[in-house]
């Protein structure tokens, strides 16, 4: 059964990162088609996914049998096999998928993956470090770097900001943050106004530069 159709997201490589993906997209309802050289994997995840086929995408032959260039989207989520990854996104190209998504181990492969033209190449192991370590040197309960300098972090909101309004408070200019939304303990998740007043306990998403929202996230 081939499922290339309008949300349908194929991912080679059913590693570690290619599963919890391809599981990720899954749940929220899109059509995978999972491919893995292994069997034992195949097995694993075979009626977890729309389809599971063993097989080695380094092989353009079947990549075309399974109508891999018939999708939109492709992730390409082989890493450690740094050989087979930039084969596979080579045929990937020339098969003229629209969207290439692939992972790289390292700079060095990354920058083969970008020399060979594909759209987005990703680094989960290095991001997840740097936000791990900006998680362990500072006091944010979640950070996402955005872009080089640029975050959101998810903290508790400073005592002063307690019992004013957000417009009163002045954030923006004081702390050169921008303070997106809040959720009172135990309560849900509300975008901020400047006649936002929060409470002893809110959990504060700030928005802006990453030196200021990790100085913002020290306050207390
Ligand atoms: P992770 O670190 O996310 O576990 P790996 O790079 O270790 O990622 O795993 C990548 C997966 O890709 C493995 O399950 C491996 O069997 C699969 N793989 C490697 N080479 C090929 C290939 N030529 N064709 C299909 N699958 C492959």
Do not use: C
């Not at 692939?102 to 920058?111: L, S, T, Y």
């Amino acid at each position: 059964r081939r499922i290339a159709e309008a949300d349908s997201v194929a991912v080679i490589g059913l590693g570690r990162f290619g599963t919890s993906l391809a599981l990720e997209l899954m749940s929220s309802g899109t059509e995978v088609l999972g491919i893995d050289a292994d069997e034992d994997i195949v097995q694993s995840l075979n009626g977890e996914l729309t389809q599971v086929v063993r097989a080695d995408s380094t092989r353009l032959d079947v990549l075309h049998q399974l109508a891999v260039g018939e999708f939109d989207r492709v992730v390409l989520a082989i890493g450690n096999d740094i050989t087979a990854s930039i084969l596979t996104a080579s045929l990937l190209l020339q098969l003229q998928v629209p969207v290439i998504w692939a992972k790289a181990v390292d700079e060095q492969h990354g920058a083969v993956l970008e020399q060979l033209g594909v759209h987005r190449v990703i680094y989960p192991e290095k991001d997840m470090g740097r936000r791990v370590a900006h998680l362990v040197r500072g006091a944010a309960a979640d950070y996402l770097e955005i872009d080089r300098g640029y975050a959101i972090v998810k903290t508790v909101a400073p005592r002063h900001l307690q019992g004013i309004t957000l417009r009163e408070a002045a954030v923006r200019s004081t702390h050169g943050i921008t303070v997106a939304a809040y959720r009172p303990e135990g309560g849900e998740w509300r975008n901020a106004e400047a006649d936002t007043v929060l409470g002893e306990g809110d959990t504060v998403l700030v928005v802006g530069p990453t030196t200021k929202v990790e100085r913002f996230a020290q306050l207390r």
